[in-house]
């Protein structure tokens, strides 16, 4: 059975990262706004990955001067869909 949740980031150009899980496996990740072609190649990328594997990839990148980005975003909506 699929779980959907929607998170909204903090400090980034998304504004919304909508996700499916199926477990603890990635079947769907959708974001709002930010840098399209990044993020859809980050979608791509992730699908059918665990989520816990992600997280541990993504966790803690900046972008730029900020001390968040998407992909850290990202393993923060990961977390808490897992929690959830």
Do not use: H, W
Not at 76 to 83: D, F, H, M, N, P
Request: aromatic share 6%; net charge negative.
């Amino acid at each position: 059975m699929s779980k959907k949740f929607t998170f909204y980031p903090q400090g980034v150009c998304s504004m919304m990262i909508e996700l499916e899980l199926e477990g603890d496996v990635i079947k769907d990740v959708i974001f709002t706004g930010g840098c399209n072609g990044n993020l859809s190649g980050i979608s791509k990328l992730i699908k059918g990955m665990k989520a816990e594997d992600v997280i541990e990839r993504l966790e803690g990148t900046t972008c730029g001067f900020k001390n968040t980005s998407c992909p850290d975003q990202l393993s923060k909506a990961l977390r808490e869909a897992l929690a959830s």
